[in-house]
């Protein structure tokens, strides 16, 4: 079975100071090829601890694939530690240098002289050309394997991906199949509950499904590996049509959808204006709506935990004042043990009011929150087709 590890390289990343993005974009690239991921690495710009998970990565996958490590700098030590993994010594490639002083020149610049260093890879490399950056990427083959080195730049990356390692490994492995993924959203149901419900078919071998519980949501993946994508696509909605079978409550969207967008597309269907009023969030429901254009002015966050029983009046205040239909309120109070959270919900067929409590972590419990009460809303919306 073909299978490939990433290895993504940079103190930085491993500081947290910025975040691992690459990874993910491979991972996926590798998913859609029919690529077996065994294995990804974050690893600091060390040529030794580099070159030691390059060697044990070629004990088990017949493809690595580096990010990262390809700049100019003495910190950029990708192209010395696959040297190193492979016990051979680095070359300069006079071609590589001249396209690196071709990019500089049309960017109205000379090249410095650290930028030759872009130019040594490891002897007996494959260069890839970079015509996106100045950091040339490299393919170095071993009878069963083989690592790929790609710059660190996403823009560089996602580019070099699909032009140049997609077709290389298509060629290299004989590539035919496929391996696609279907995310169900769930929210308001707790994953033991979902777990009794799809128990057996989270046995099945392909295709496969998993749960993946976030706070107020969880997720069910279904993955499927054929030989073609139609063949994939045909499984995933074969085994998609039971799982909905099972689900009975909270499914509100899939894959890249979210409960916020579902929400305003409800309202925006039914001819419906809302607003909300969050307590003790953190600007939590603020940030969550904001990312799909609802009006800012007709969210009222306050900093402070509401009285349950002051809730519903500020939100009608809040309601009136903005001629809306429809208003969500969400009251959030945490305490030493526990977060208790108050949903106001009104409607012009009457209010509804419920409460819950969250046992998890406090920095968790705001999205929990939101969460909790967006699908709230979007029950009420689903349920309550004569709203007008």
Same mark, same amino acid.
């Given at each position: 079975?073909?299978?490939?590890?990433?290895?993504?390289?940079?103190?930085?990343?491993?500081?947290?100071?910025?975040?691992?993005?690459?990874?993910?974009?491979?991972?996926?690239?590798?998913?859609?090829?029919?690529?077996?991921?065994?294995?990804?690495?974050?690893?600091?710009?060390?040529?030794?601890?580099?070159?030691?998970?390059?060697?044990?990565?070629?004990?088990?996958?017949?493809?690595?694939?580096?990010?990262?490590?390809?700049?100019?700098?003495?910190?950029?030590?990708?192209?010395?530690?696959?040297?190193?993994?492979?016990?051979?010594?680095?070359?300069?490639?006079?071609?590589?240098?001249?396209?690196?002083?071709?990019?500089?020149?049309?960017?109205?610049?000379?090249?410095?002289?650290?930028?030759?260093?872009?130019?040594? &890879?490891?002897?007996?490399?494959?260069?890839?050309?970079?015509?996106?950056?100045?950091?040339?990427?490299?393919?170095?083959?071993?009878?069963?394997?083989?690592?790929?080195?790609?710059?660190?730049?996403?823009?560089?990356?996602?580019?070099?991906?699909?032009?140049?390692?997609?077709?290389?490994?298509?060629?290299?492995?004989?590539?035919?199949?496929?391996?696609?993924? !279907?995310?169900?959203?769930?929210?308001?149901?707790?994953?033991?509950?979902?777990?009794?419900?799809?128990?057996?078919?989270?046995?099945?071998?392909?295709?496969?499904?998993?749960?993946?519980? *976030?706070?107020?949501?969880?997720?069910?993946? &279904?993955?499927?590996?054929?030989?073609?994508?139609?063949?994939?696509?045909?499984?995933?909605?074969?085994?998609?049509?039971? $799982?909905?079978?099972?689900?009975?409550?909270?499914?509100?969207?899939?894959? *890249?959808?979210?409960?916020?967008? $579902?929400?305003?597309?409800?309202?925006?269907?039914?001819?419906?204006? @809302?607003?909300?009023?969050?307590?003790?969030?953190?600007?939590?429901?603020?940030?969550?709506?904001?990312?799909?254009?609802?009006?800012?002015?007709?969210?009222?966050?306050?900093?402070?935990?509401?009285?349950?029983?002051?809730?519903? @009046?500020?939100?009608?205040?809040?309601?009136?004042?903005?001629? @809306?239909?429809?208003?969500?309120?969400?009251?959030?109070?945490?305490?030493?043990?526990?977060?208790?959270?108050?949903?106001?919900?009104?409607?012009?067929?009457?209010?509804?009011?419920?409460?819950?409590?969250?046992?998890?972590?406090?920095?968790?419990?705001?999205?929990?929150?939101?969460?909790?009460?967006?699908?709230?809303?979007? !029950?009420?919306?689903?349920?309550?087709?004569?709203?007008?």
């Amino acid at each position: 079975m073909l299978t490939a590890e990433i290895i993504a390289i940079g103190t930085e990343l491993l500081l947290g100071e910025i975040q691992d993005t690459n990874t993910r974009y491979l991972a996926r690239s590798l998913r859609d090829l029919g690529v077996n991921i065994y294995r990804a690495t974050l690893v600091g710009d060390n040529v030794e601890r580099i070159a030691q998970v390059i060697r044990e990565a070629m004990g088990r996958a017949q493809i690595i694939i580096t990010s990262g490590g390809l700049g100019p700098t003495v910190d950029d030590p990708t192209r010395a530690a696959v040297a190193l993994a492979l016990g051979v010594e680095t070359e300069f490639r006079p071609e590589l240098w001249e396209q690196i002083q071709l990019r500089f020149s049309n960017y109205g610049r000379p090249a410095s002289p650290n930028n030759r260093r872009q130019a040594w &890879i490891p002897a007996g490399a494959i260069p890839i050309r970079n015509p996106v950056g100045t950091a040339p990427a490299f393919i170095c083959e071993t009878v069963n394997s083989c690592i790929i080195s790609l710059p660190g730049v996403p823009r560089e990356m996602e580019y070099l991906t699909q032009t140049v390692v997609i077709p290389y490994l298509r060629d290299r492995f004989q590539l035919t199949g496929t391996i696609k993924a !279907r995310v169900l959203h769930v929210a308001g149901v707790g994953e033991s509950t979902i777990d009794e419900w799809i128990e057996d078919l989270e046995t099945s071998s392909n295709p496969t499904v998993g749960l993946l519980a *976030h706070p107020g949501q969880v997720d069910i993946r &279904i993955t499927a590996k054929a030989d073609t994508l139609a063949e994939a696509d045909q499984m995933i909605a074969q085994m998609e049509a039971r $799982v909905r079978e099972r689900i009975q409550e909270g499914l509100y969207g899939v894959d *890249h959808e979210t409960l916020e967008a $579902v929400i305003l597309q409800l309202l925006r269907d039914r001819g419906l204006s @809302a607003v909300m009023v969050g307590c003790g969030l953190k600007g939590a429901l603020r940030e969550r709506m904001e990312r799909i254009h609802f009006p800012a002015s007709s969210i009222l966050e306050l900093d402070q935990t509401c009285n349950a029983e002051d809730l519903p @009046a500020k939100l009608i205040e809040f309601q009136k004042e903005h001629h @809306a239909q429809i208003a969500l309120g969400i009251n959030l109070l945490t305490t030493s043990e526990k977060h208790l959270l108050d949903i106001t919900i009104i409607t012009p067929e009457g209010t509804s009011q419920c409460s819950r409590s969250y046992g998890g972590e406090r920095l968790l419990s705001n999205l929990w929150a939101v969460n909790t009460g967006l699908e709230m809303l979007r !029950r009420k919306l689903v349920e309550g087709q004569r709203i007008s």
